[in-house]
């Protein structure tokens, strides 16, 4: 009973913890779950994501995620320069020799307000509403019960009383974002952002009692820049904070990119870089645009506590993204180059 209610009480540090909330290297792919107000904020009028994350490998079971999104900006009647932004995001994730799942679909919506000035400046307002469930194998685990004479036997069972395989929860989250550019060419553009989850401090544990554990609530704060030297280099920053409870995770970094362009759009362009999560990992980049369709790779290399037992080896993640324009052309209107 007492490795068991370890077994238990590590699964619930872990959802408490820093990582409770799955999270990508390359985390302003994936707006939704960074803050609700950064989705649609980009030349393209659409978006479509697929991404895969593996992690821990070395240390038994990886961790694997899995993640789709869809995202549309759509002009306002009443108006020719503001939009509004409808995102879909689902994921799932799976973690552990217990196989820890977490599962959910974050409906989204965004507001995209411009404050007609000369900068092409918008303050945007997004809001998220999540159904979330997860859940666990207790037939993958093993119990004192189950060794006779030194060997594991399934059939005779955990010998205890086991809480919920499975729970779920409504999560709702919220943010505000502005964007704008510098300088009369208006070659450097900028996103400032502040994000919110779990406003309603949900449910988060397989006891039955209420009480047992609450997710605490998590805000992110962002900045996200891209400076193009001319038409063919230009250097992108990213960074981000994120505080829930006692705990904090704070990341930054960039890439420099080359492209080529023809006939006056861009056909391909390239770009390498890195990012540091700060006392966790060093994590290199590479994203390859062709026309509509962008590949991208990144690696967690640990520097963490745990490097000894990783040897540094991290996660790998892959990310595909597609993207282009309802009318198959731009609108000039809008100014955001991400």
């Not at 009973?1 to 540090?13: D, N, P, T, V």
């Not at 919506?109 to 998220?128: E, M, R, V």
């Not at 510098?182 to 996103?191: A, K, L, Q, V």
């Not at 990213?238 to 960039?254: F, P």
Request: a neutral charge; hydrophobic letters at 40%.
């Amino acid at each position: 009973m007492k490795r068991f209610s370890l077994l238990i009480a590590m699964m619930c540090w872990a959802m408490m913890g820093a990582a409770q909330d799955i999270h990508f290297s390359q985390y302003w792919e994936t707006g939704v779950l960074r803050n609700p107000a950064t989705t649609g904020i980009q030349q393209e009028e659409f978006k479509a994501l697929g991404a895969y994350r593996s992690q821990w490998s070395s240390m038994g079971k990886p961790y694997q995620t899995m993640a789709f999104s869809a995202q549309g900006r759509f002009g306002l009647r009443h108006s020719e320069t503001d939009y509004l932004t409808l995102s879909l995001l689902f994921f799932s994730d799976k973690a552990g020799d217990a196989a820890l799942k977490t599962t959910s679909i974050y409906p989204c919506i965004n507001y995209n307000k411009h404050l007609s000035d000369p900068h092409n400046s918008y303050l945007s307002a997004g809001f998220t509403a999540g159904y979330v469930q997860r859940s666990f194998d207790a037939n993958a685990l093993t119990f004192d019960n189950m060794y006779q004479n030194g060997q594991v036997e399934p059939g005779l069972g955990a010998g205890e009383t086991l809480p919920l395989a499975k729970l779920n929860y409504w999560d709702l989250g919220a943010g505000v974002s502005f964007n704008s550019s510098i300088g009369s060419s208006e070659r450097i553009h900028y996103i400032i952002g502040l994000g919110g989850y779990h406003f309603t401090r949900p449910k988060s544990s397989f006891y039955e009692r209420g009480d047992a554990l609450n997710l605490a609530m998590r805000f992110n704060a962002s900045f996200d820049l891209n400076y193009e030297f001319n038409d063919v280099w230009s250097v992108q920053l990213y960074s981000n904070l994120a505080l829930q409870g006692a705990y904090k995770e704070a990341m930054l970094g960039g890439m420099i990119q080359w492209a080529h362009f023809s006939e006056g759009s861009q056909n391909f362009s390239i770009a390498t870089g890195a990012q540091n999560r700060f006392g966790d990992a060093i994590i290199p980049m590479l994203r390859v645009d062709m026309r509509q369709v962008g590949l991208s790779l990144a690696y967690d290399i640990n520097t963490s506590a745990l490097k000894a037992a990783t040897r540094m080896r991290g996660g790998l993640e892959l990310m595909a993204v597609f993207k282009g324009f309802f009318h198959g052309e731009p609108n000039s209107g809008y100014a955001p180059k991400f």
